[in-house]
């Protein structure tokens, strides 16, 4: 048996709806979680599901303000709980992909002086030169992508350098659209991060470096050369190096905790700050993710993603740097109608209750009778479409269905869309494919099952379905021994395996053959 440890590792995941923390001791067991749910938590920035959504429904922001406040509040939370700070040997993190920071000039001193007397959210109240910072559903810079494939000589050859044709949510497109619209504020810039980089900047009381996996997911990174790729700056906005810094591995040493930290909250001065990456390449690593496995992110977003070896980039999905390996790649695809819109179908057709959305999955037969949905309430990404989108078994349009087939329509229709758009990229579900599942709705097992039955495969999950917090409690603790050559797999070798949660219903795997290529004819025919 493991002995009990004194030592522990800090995972935090800034996401979309809220920040969430997770530790782990030396024998990787889970010993503190923690989290501030933003609407709810930090009613004074009137979020909903932690973003703004504009008037021209296509900008979407949050308040960068109100993620420094939930740190001081996570935080303020951990000490109330008697965690011990001196004992974190050291954290890392993640934050939603994509979105963006702006630091204002002087901001870097602002961060190198912060007063151990004073909140975050005080010290830190006039440092951004955009105090509402774009997000992963922001899509609303057309233009700006359009551009940049021109400037780069078309989509597939933006893709073949950066991992991805352009995508408005990608960073490079939303700096590109502030210098267009707000020249000044983008002059008043010092320096830009992800929200994973801004994030670990605020622990390191520094500008801490964006690494290559999250950088990935900009438009702007040669994945292959994992530096920036000058034509692309070129085309987005003067004197951008400078503002991103270089990026750095994953697994890269930043520095120490600030000073702050040590006299605050009593960290240690030797606590290490490892770098941030995105949630996706989090997850990554909290489900420690093996060649051939598919993984299913069912959080804000819903997201499919897979370890690749042999990366090769099309128009559609991305490819990223690795988070844990850098001789690899993980293929990803965003899905934006995930969690908002299981709640509104949720709202509509089971009282607002998940145990009634489960009966409405339970009381319905496996393929739905014939009856396909697709729900596209606000623009999807893949593919960019929006709208609902009904039929029958005949194939006949229909307006509406009873309320517990089109609970079971919107679930088959989600996954039938990650398993069509998956196998459009190739991917192919093998006798030992292994689906492994996270992000909030993993948490329901109706909804797993109907994931089992469409993939025709064996969903396992983790303890925890922060596994991007958990993935960088990990990655914290790897960053530590990385430089020694200890690879990631040898340092979690203790961590619990993935549990098996479902299997596939007999009989379903034809069901949901025929289905499938009903599902994909619908899309094409209904949206492209
Ligand atoms: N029992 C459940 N069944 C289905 N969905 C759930 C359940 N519990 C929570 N969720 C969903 O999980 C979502 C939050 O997932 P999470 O992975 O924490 O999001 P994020 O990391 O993007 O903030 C909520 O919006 C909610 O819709
Ligand atoms: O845009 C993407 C991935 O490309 C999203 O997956 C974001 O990373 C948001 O993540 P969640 O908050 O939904 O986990």
Redesign the pocket.
């Known amino acids: 048996m493991a002995l009990p440890s004194d030592r522990c590792y800090l995972g935090f995941d800034f996401?979309?709806q809220q920040l969430k923390v997770v530790a782990v001791d030396d024998n990787l067991t889970v010993v503190h979680q923690s989290a501030v749910h933003f609407d709810t938590e930090l009613p004074e920035y009137r979020t909903q599901g932690g973003v703004h959504v504009h008037s021209d429904r296509l900008t979407v922001t949050s308040p960068v303000l109100m993620w420094v406040k939930a740190l001081d509040l996570i935080l303020g939370k951990m000490k109330a709980s008697g965690f011990d700070f001196s004992s974190v040997k050291a954290l890392s993190g993640s934050g939603?992909?994509?979105g963006s920071v702006y630091w204002k000039e002087g901001s870097r001193q602002i961060l190198l002086d912060m007063s151990p007397d004073k909140p975050l959210h005080e010290l830190l109240e006039s440092c951004f030169a955009v105090t509402d910072s774009p997000v992963?559903m922001d899509s609303s810079t057309t233009e700006q992508c359009q551009h940049l494939e021109q400037a780069l000589g078309g989509a597939q050859q933006l893709a073949d350098i950066t991992g991805s044709r352009a995508y408005e949510?990608f960073t490079g497109n939303q700096i590109a659209k502030i210098w267009k619209t707000n020249p000044g504020h983008y002059k008043q810039t010092e320096r830009i991060s992800l929200v994973s980089s801004f994030a670990a900047s605020l622990f390191l009381g520094d500008y801490a470096a964006i690494d290559y996996s999250d950088g990935s997911?900009m438009n702007l990174m040669d994945i292959s050369k994992k530096e920036w790729a000058q034509h692309c700056l070129g085309a987005v906005a003067p004197g951008l190096g400078g503002k991103l810094g270089t990026p750095l591995p994953p697994m890269a040493v930043l520095g120490s905790v600030s000073s702050y930290y040590i006299q605050r909250y009593g960290f240690s001065p030797d606590c290490k700050v490892i770098a941030f990456t995105?949630?996706?390449p989090g997850s990554l690593a909290g489900m420690r993710l093996q060649e051939g496995d598919i993984a299913i992110?069912l959080?804000?977003?819903d997201?499919v993603f897979l370890w690749i070896q042999d990366p090769r980039p099309t128009v559609e999905g991305?490819i990223f740097c690795n988070p844990v390996d850098s001789q690899a790649y993980m293929a990803?695809i965003?899905f934006k109608n995930?969690s908002f819109t299981r709640e509104r179908i949720r709202e509509e057709c089971a009282g607002g209750s998940w145990e009634e959305f489960s009966k409405a999955l339970k009381a319905t037969p496996v393929g739905n009778n014939g009856n396909i949905g697709i729900y596209f309430d606000v623009m999807e990404i893949t593919p960019a479409a929006v709208g609902v989108h009904r039929v029958n078994g005949e194939n006949d349009k229909v307006a509406s269905f009873p309320e517990e087939v089109e609970v079971r329509a919107l679930i088959e229709g989600q996954f039938l869309a990650k398993r069509a758009h998956a196998e459009k990229l190739g991917y192919k579900i093998l006798q030992e494919t292994r689906v492994l599942a996270t992000?909030g709705a993993s948490s329901n097992k109706d909804i797993l099952q109907v994931l089992a039955d469409v993939f025709n495969a064996p969903v396992y999950t983790i303890d925890t379905v922060n596994s991007a917090c958990l993935g960088c409690a990990y990655r914290a603790m790897h960053g530590l021994v990385a430089e020694m050559g200890v690879c990631f797999a040898e340092a979690v070798r203790m961590a619990p395996e993935p549990k098996l949660a479902v299997t596939p219903t007999p009989g379903a795997e034809k069901v949901y053959e025929r289905l499938l290529k009903r599902y994909t004819e619908q899309e094409q025919r209904a949206f492209l």
């Open positions: 996401s979309t939603q992909q994509h992963w949510r997911g995105g949630d996706n992110s959080g804000t977003s997201t991305h990803l965003c995930g992000g």
